[in-house]
């Protein structure tokens, strides 16, 4: 069972041009092909990268706030009210004027009263700008060096200059050291977001 799933997971039709089996994209001469393998190294680089993340953000972004000035607005913090926290938690976190009024009968509150802790919860909930600076910094500068190692290594190859060269020998192409540890950083660092994505800061 777990055999035939596997044939059908890589069969050739599936993944590679006509005429070509993975047999062909097997190393040899020196020359090095990709391999579907590969990128089981982007796992552990992944949560490397997190690593490096949580480091750049407490040691280099945090401070880099503090010298442009980036401050934290006060929010004041909603008073602790166990019937209306439930509702929050467990129903919404915009209640209807309907439901406004019955949360008051049920908390003792005034309307204006739950209208205001409601809009002071939300506000607790929201991201602080500290923890938006630290993370549009981590991603800032990934990019910029992303981009510049990119164009370190590419710079000086004949495909740079001439777009021709790119299909040359295609489909049977071999790999370059610097373009596989370009594509596994990069789907590692995308793999790291896809992990922190519950705790990262929510975008519409």
Known sequence: MFQTLYSYFWWERLWLPENLTWADLEDRDGRVYAKASDLYITLPLAFLFLIVR??????VAT???GLLNVKEKIRL????????EKFYAATTKHPKQ???ELLSKRSGCSVRQVERWFRRRRNQDRPSL??????????FTFYLIAFIAG????VDKPWFYDLREVWKGYPIQSMLPSQYWYYMIELSFYWSLLFSIASDVKRK
């Open 54 to 59: 949580h480091l750049f953000e407490t040691y």
């Open 63 to 65: 401070p880099l706030a």
């Open 77 to 84: 913090k909603a008073t602790p009210n166990a019937v209306l």
């Open 98 to 100: 309907a439901d406004v």
């Open 130 to 139: 500290l923890k938006k600076f630290r993370e549009a910094s981590w991603r």
């Open 151 to 154: 164009m370190a290594v590419i």
